[in-house]
């Protein structure tokens, strides 16, 4: 459904992502994991039009995006989430949610509605008229996955959603992202949490400093040591093993 | 405040607006009312953009001149019905609105670069205005004098209720703007315009739309204002001063509310009428007056007046941060 | 070539010219490349010491070029209390705040001028008012060559003060890294107020080169301000060569353009070179601060 081929992409003298290439089945859910730095964000944005990919090209749903407006990718129906979120500070959270429901909805009564629903199903069923700015990090992180799904995407990049957040949230969000994909939603996440990496993904890519080093199932990449040296930290392994045991 | 207390408010001030040219007893009243609806009317064209837009604009005059000139050109070059003359002055406004949208935001201009970059506009505009034979240089235009409402000098009266329902459209249509998508996209753009991409939202084309229909609706108001005073000029259309009183009117009211830029409006003209009568009425005095509750109003209640009254409602509504 | 005959003096006037810009426009550049804002009140600020240096001459008989120092130190004090006390105060962190309140600051100074002194156009006699300095391509009033000469003379005094001396390092810190001055115990606060004050008492001594080849008027600033925003914008906002090398560029610009076109639309240029400027450089010119 989504397939980035050998995109490269240079700030100035540094290469944050080079020739990357990765792939995402229709109905999946995909992890990409890596060190800070490695390149993740960088290449969520290329494959976004919130940078335009140096070389390389990126397709979408059987089409080629590479070097389209955010916006005109968003409404293709590939919609990323910000790992620095980025709300509407001074609209409600329903308003937030509804921006993204706007999308496919003109009606303004109806998108506040499906905007309720959505918050409802994110656990934001409280906070609906709040300012979106006094949220807390793990209410706007959730604000973030909450309109990103207002927009009825066919294919959701959640960047570092899980960051941040206690034990607690991210046993909650788990199973909220996984009735995602249930509900006919692929899923491309960007994670540290390898907790919830392991339960969730079916396949997972590996940066590092710009480069894919590593792709597989979630077991067959924790075992790959180049993997586990190259970023994962000491103990790193033995933890993944307990986890996935 | 509960919502039927809101009405009656609302209700009572429709009344009394309705009624107030039977009550005024003088001419210099009415004209008073004129001028501070004509300006709650500019504001709230200012407003879509800059309040729920969230783009600056230091050069309404642009829109407001052109307006005025289209319609007073019309008509005394080539005999327009001056009540064609608004519907002109919108097309005009809005086709410059337009093309100063298509300029700066293609190329990216925001915040303040924007706000200057719409003022350069203006500036030339008046600088060619001065140069150009067909808007009467320097020495300015005069429409011609032809009392009744065939041709739109319908008298003092007559003009406040024009403007009067000029002001009832545009808070109907800020209204409108706050409960629709455009409205909700447009105000997503203000707060966060990557975020706002990201879910879809063509922030240029939505910042095209919201400063050509803010143009089409500033040249209505140069329109009323040349048929009222019968003569334009290039500073008086196109100068820095009507640029000012345009963003003052919301910004002292309250950015991106409907009601904002009335309450502005009448607050402005009332204190400036009033620092005129202690004061004198040397030149400059208003626009000292003008400058120093632009400082003031920033410093101290950068949310405007309607931001005040929403500050104390919020404080009453205990919150979780 | 009788078009060669008057395109040399004109280039020559328009020198003389431009470097008054270069100073006005070098004070504007400082202030943005410390504070990052844009202080809209610049123009009208000159327009104010126009009318000091007037008044100190009219008044007490101070020659303007005596009166330099005094002027550049008062303004150095109003340009600091304003930041100080004004303008950082009421901007709340957000950048258009602080263009509105200097557009505030700009409209109040105007029109009290015009509130006290009217709209007339006054000018001063020097003794060296009509003398010629004789360069053989041109001949060029004294108190224009003066002015060139000693705006060239505050620049490099500017620029040693800034690269040279402990307030010029703190500033640059801070103009630099606002938070990493802060850590290391620089008053930011102080520093944007001096910046602000040096970038003010530049009009000062501006004001005083300019006033015996020129004139005040309350509306004399908006001359200026424009100007030195296209300036500023030209040679890249915060640098201070460029606003130098801008300044005079400028002031050719508009001297032979005002010979074509008439004066009038020679300044149409100066406004078409800016919209043009920041539409199709921003990113070029500004650096980051769009991106
Ligand atoms: N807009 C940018 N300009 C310059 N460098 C950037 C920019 N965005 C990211 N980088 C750099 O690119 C590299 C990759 O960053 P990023 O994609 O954010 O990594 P990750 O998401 O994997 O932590 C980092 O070295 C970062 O500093
Ligand atoms: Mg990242």
Known sequence: ?245 | MSAWLQRALLGASLLAALAFPLVAESGFWIKFAFTTLLFAYLGQAWNILGGYGGQFSFGHALFFGTGAYAAAIAQTAFGLNPWLGLPLGALAGGAVGWAAGYLSFRYGLRGSYFALVTLAFAEVFRILANAVPFTGAGVGLFVPLQPGWAQLQPGPIGFYYIVLALVFASLWFAWRIENSRFGAQLMAVRENEAAAAALGVDAYALKVRAIALSGAMTGVGGVLYVQFYLYIDPSLAYGPGISVEILLVPIIGGLGTIFGPLIGSIVLHAASELARRIMGDAPGIHLVFYGVLLVVMVRFLPDGLAGLLRRKRKAEVPRNA | MLEFQILLPSIVNGLTLGAVYALVALGLTLIYGVLHIINFAHGSLLMAALYAAFFAHAGLGLDPYLAMPLLAAAFFVVGYALQRWVIGKASHGKDQNVLLVTLGISIAIENLALYLFRADTRTIETPISYEMLDLGIALVPYPRAIGFAAALGIAALLWWTIERTDLGRAIRAVAKERQGAKLVGIDVDHVFALSFGIGTAVLGAAACLLLPSFYVSPSVGNVFVLVAFTVVVLGGMGSFTGALVGGLAIGVTESVGGLFLGQQLGQLGIFVIFIALLLFRPTGLFGSRLA
């Open chain 1, 1 to 245: 459904m989504l397939e980035a081929r050998n995109v490269t992409k240079r700030f100035g003298g540094l290469v944050a992502v080079s020739n990357a290439s990765l792939e995402v089945a229709a109905g999946s859910i995909v992890a990409l994991i890596g060190p800070n730095g490695a390149g993740k964000t960088t290449l969520f944005a290329a494959m976004t039009g919130f940078h335009k990919p140096d070389s390389g090209s990126v397709t979408f749903d059987g089409a080629d995006i590479t070097g389209l407006q955010p916006h005109e990718i968003a409404r293709r129906g590939l919609v990323r989430t910000f790992q620095i979120v980025q709300p509407f500070g001074a609209l409600s959270v329903r308003e937030n949610i509804a921006v993204g429901a706007h999308l496919r909805e003109p009606n303004r009564a109806a998108a506040l509605a499906r905007a309720g629903e959505i918050a409802i199903r994110l656990g934001m069923g409280n906070m609906l008229d709040q300012p979106a700015a006094t949220l807390t990090v793990a209410g706007r992180k959730r604000l973030e996955v909450a309109r990103a799904l207002a927009t009825s995407p066919k294919l959701i990049l959640l960047d570092e959603v899980m960051a941040g957040l206690n034990p607690t949230e991210i046993d909650e969000i788990v199973p909220i992202i996984r009735a995602v994909r249930d509900a006919g939603t692929t899923v491309l996440l960007i994670e540290h949490v390898m907790r919830a990496v392991m339960r969730l993904s079916e396949r997972v890519y590996v940066l590092n400093q710009g480069r894919m080093i590593a792709e597989g199932t979630p077991q067959e990449v924790a075992a790959r040591p180049e993997v586990v040296e190259a970023y994962l930290g000491h103990g790193a392994a033995q933890r993944i093993a307990s986890v996935s045991a």
